[in-house]
Each structure stands twice: as structure tokens, then as C-alpha cells.
């Protein structure tokens, strides 16, 4: 099944159906499917559902790589019963994938109960809505992200309780994975308010990009088939799981832990000054955090 910007739907080994960028080469959520991957990395990980609870002015999340929108929908729908505000901010290059997922609703599945929400989002640029008990505003910056980043205005944006981060992979799309946007997406923060990054990720350069820019980082969830992702924060305590001496020391060893500067992807060994930061990292025992 295809339609206009080259996506289709798939169905992935475990029956699960999913969509897939012909253009890029890459399947939404591959592993386990969209909702099983949204709940493990996002929903359980971060304990949304308690934290929506414990938070009475509500939650802000970022959602960068709207795509087809399983990962909002599906913590929309592990969210309905917390009478806290919920603001969501998705970012993406193109809403194309959404306007197919959306004619495909039916077999995708997750729709169920939004398709009316989506419209709105498409249309307007933005929807509120009563999401259960939860009063919901979700707004989509369509854009390039990186230069969405640079620009003034985002120092307004709301500041994020947890970022959804959800790109294509490095080799495809080097430009959401550069230092430069990490430590810009790091200084956005705001260090009064506790903060995680979890993505699907767990290689050594994604993992050293993070800690270069000023998060701690640590194991994430496992996801179906994948035994570890990736979980950043601005606070240690966030970390179940933090990057320890060991690691430190296989990426040392390994051939692609260089982080990218430029959007250009390549894979190098740590150079001798991202090793000294590393070594100065308060995960490391080089400060306190």
C-alpha cells in the first residue's frame, strides 16, 4: 500500500503493522511495532502515568520526530485518567507520514478514538481537546529541526518534563544526531525542572554526544529484540542505570564513539579532547551533579 511522499505500510514479523519511508529506507518502530515500543521506551520508562499525577500543573513534552504519531497517541492513551494539563510539542521535517498514517488508520490501529484530534492538528497546526479527565493542547512545528532549534523563538518554547526523541537513524539523517544539537536541545532545559531523554538508540557516539553535551546517561529499556536503549537526563538521579567505568572503557577501544559535529555522518574513535571531558564528567567522578 503507497501513497503520495513514498511511505506504505508494513507488517513486521510479529504481525504488527507499521509504516514504512521508501524514500529513507526505514520502518517506523521495526522491532515490536508502534505501541509496544512507544510503551516500553516512553510510557513505562519514564513513568508517565505517575508523573502526570504528581505534576498539578501539568506535563510538557517534546516529541521530536512526530512521524505517524504512535508515540503521542499511545501516551495520550496511557494518560486519560490524570486530570493534570498535558502540553505536547511534536517537531518534524514533513507531515506526510501522519497524512498517510492517518488514510491508514483502520489497519495501523492506534488511531482508535483520535482520528478526530489528528484532522484538527493537521489542519490547524494545533488541537485542544479533553483527553479523558486530561485537558490536552498538542501543537507541530513542521520544519527542519536543527534550524528550529538555532532560532530565537525557541527560547520560549515550554519547557520539557521528558523529550520523545524519535529521528531516523544517524547514517540516514546525521543532522539530528550532531553535538551541536544535543547541547542546544541541553541548554533549552530548564535546571529547575527534572528532565529525561530516552530513544531507541544505544550506540557508543550516540552515547558519548550525550554526555559531551551536558546530560548524564544511562541504559534504557529494553524494546522487544533490542536488550538496551538509551536514557539521557539533566539529573543523575533520573539515571536507573548510569554509564559506568566500564563502558567508559569500551568506548575508549571502539572505532565509532567520535560524536558528529557536522551534519555529515562518519564514524572515528574518541578523540583525545572528548576523552578529557569525558574523564571531567560528574558521571565519571570528574564534578559533582
Known sequence: MQTRGGYELV????????????AVGETF??????????????????HLAER???????????????????NVLTVLRALRDAASMLTVLSFDHTLEPLRFARTEAACLGYFDGYEGVVDRLLSDGEVRFENGR?????????????????????GDWPKPHAVLFDAYSPARNPA????????????????GRACALPTYSRSTMLRVTLLLAGFFVGTGHPT??????????????LIDEPLDERWLQRAIRSTSAEPLREAVYRQAPLSADSLERLHRHPQFGGGTG
Open 11 to 22: 507488517r513486521l514479523v510479529n504481525g504488527v503493522m507499521s509504516v514504512r519511508s521508501r
Open 29 to 46: 518502530h521495526p522491532v515490536i511495532g508502534p505501541v509496544a515500543e512507544a510503551e516500553a521506551l516512553y510510557v513505562r520508562q519514564l
Open 52 to 70: 502526570a499525577l504528581s505534576e498539578p500543573a501539568g506535563l510538557v513534552l517534546w516529541d521530536v520526530g512526530l512521524g505517524a504519531a504512535a
Open 134 to 154: 486530561q485537558p490536552v493542547e498538542w501543537r507541530v512545528f513542521e520544519g527542519d529541526f536543527p534550524s528550529r532549534l538555532d532560532e530565537e523563538a525557541a
Open 176 to 191: 539530528m544526531w550532531t553535538l551541536p544539537l544535543f547541547q542546544r536541545m541541553h541548554d533549552l532545559l530548564d535546571p
Open 224 to 237: 522487544g529484540e533490542k536488550d538496551q536503549t538509551t536514557i539521557a537526563a539533566n539529573r543523575r538521579e
